[in-house]
Structures are given as C-alpha cells and as structure tokens.
T-cell receptor, first 115, second 112 residues
Framework: DAGVTQSPTHLIKTRGQQVTLRCSPI?????VSWYQQVLGQGPQFIFQ???????GRGNFPDRFSARQFPNYSSELNVNALLLGDSALYLC??????????????FGPGTRLTVL | TQLLEQSPQFLSIQEGENLTVYCNSS?????LQWYRQEPGEGPVLLVT?????EVKKLKRLTFQFGDARKDSSLHITAAQPGDTGLYLC????????????FGEGTQLTVNP
C-alpha cells in the first residue's frame, strides 16, 4: 500500500510570494495534519483536518491556510512568504486506533526554501 | 501549552554500546509516539505507548511509558551504525485532539 505522498519534494520561492503544498493520505485515512520542521528542531503542529473540517490550528499566522478535499487529500497554502518560513513541511495522515490514540504516519515532506 | 523535553540533544557512541533517550513533560498524554527520522525525510513511526507503565520492545529497542503518562524513555541495546538518526518523541494530549507535541529530538550517531 502507498504511504503518504507529498508534492513537490523541493521548492524555492522568494520573499512575498505564495506557495501551495499538496498531500495525499494513506488510503482509508480521513484525517490529515500539517507540521513545520525547522532545521534542528522537532516538527511544530500547523493544522489538522478531519472529514474536510478544520479540527485544530497551531500557533501560526493567518498567512497559513489549508483545506481538505472530498478524497481526503489536502493543500497547505502560505502567503506573503518570509525567510523564516524556510523549513521542511510535513503532512501526516491518521486513522484513530482508539479514542485518544491517533497514530500519525508522515510523508517525506516538502523542503521549502525562501530567498 | 504542552511541552516535551527530550534529552540528550546529541549522542555519539561506539558500536555495541547501550544508550537511553529521555522524554519528559509536566503534562499528561493520552499516548506517546516515538519516531526516527533520516535527513531530508519524514519521521517514521517506531512505536506507540498508551498505558501508564507500559513497556514495548522492538528488537534491540525498548520503550517505556511512565506510570503517570508524563514521561517516556527509549533504550537501545548494543547500538549499531544503522541506528544512526534523529529520534523524536511526540505526545498526544488528552484534550488536544490528535495534534502531536514533539520533543526537540535526539541526534544519535553510532560509530563503527
């Protein structure tokens, strides 16, 4: 079975531009989460979507937005890019194993560089 | 805000040595997951612990969840160069939905 897929793998943008990152979850998984990982740190939660509805939002500015489609794939949009947005953007899909136990499976990430 | 403190941040050992990585918090987690990440790739799930005091083994790796579900440890026996990587602990809060709070990671290097 295919794992979580993300596109593109690498992206170079300049300050002020906008970017869209894409994610396809594991088949059967209805929840998608987005994380930002700056070099040398652990991932930071950005968004979670379940059944096309936003279920959680981390401490990120409104320049960050996301959506989930009927096929459970998802897009993360970042407007007005800043140098500090340079990071590995990770998508994770999950299928609840039990109440309050949601094992998350990560994609390979999109490496965004803002110049 | 839930925080997970992971230690040590860096660890460089010789092949065959044992090591332990710690993950501590003042918050209670409904589950705790350990991941391993290679450079430029996404984290790969190693194990999920759910019950306080739970111990899980994965070959030479032993994972333990604290009785109060606030801390966890990862012990590797007879480390091998293939164990080299970034080890991350991540907790799922009791009231935070399925969002994960990650520790800063432990960069392990096993020298042959």
């Amino acid at each position: 079975d295919a794992g979580v897929t993300q596109s593109p793998t690498h992206l170079i943008k300049t300050r002020g531009q906008q970017v869209t990152l894409r994610c396809s979850p594991i088949s059967g998984h209805k929840s998608v989460s987005w994380y930002q990982q700056v070099l040398g740190q652990g991932p930071q939660f950005i968004f979670q979507y379940y059944e096309k509805e936003e279920r959680g939002r981390g401490n990120f500015p409104d320049r960050f937005s996301a959506r989930q489609f009927p096929n459970y794939s998802s897009e993360l949009n970042v407007n007005a890019l800043l140098l500090g947005d340079s990071a590995l953007y990770l998508c994770a899909s999950s299928l609840p194993r039990a109440p309050s136990v949601n094992e998350q499976f990560f994609g390979p990430g999109t490496r965004l560089t803002v110049l | 805000t839930q925080l997970l403190e992971q230690s040590p941040q860096f660890l460089s050992i010789q092949e065959g040595e044992n090591l332990t990585v710690y993950c501590n918090s003042s918050s209670v987690f409904s589950s705790l997951q350990w991941y391993r990440q290679e450079p430029g790739e996404g984290p790969v799930l190693l194990v999920t612990v759910v019950t306080g005091g739970e111990v899980k083994k994965l070959k030479r790796l032993t994972f333990q969840f604290g009785d109060a579900r606030k801390d966890s440890s990862l012990h590797i026996t007879a480390a091998q160069p293939g164990d080299t990587g970034l080890y991350l602990c991540a907790g799922e809060g009791e009231t935070s939905g399925s969002r994960l709070t990650f520790g800063e990671g432990t960069q392990l290097t096993v020298n042959p």
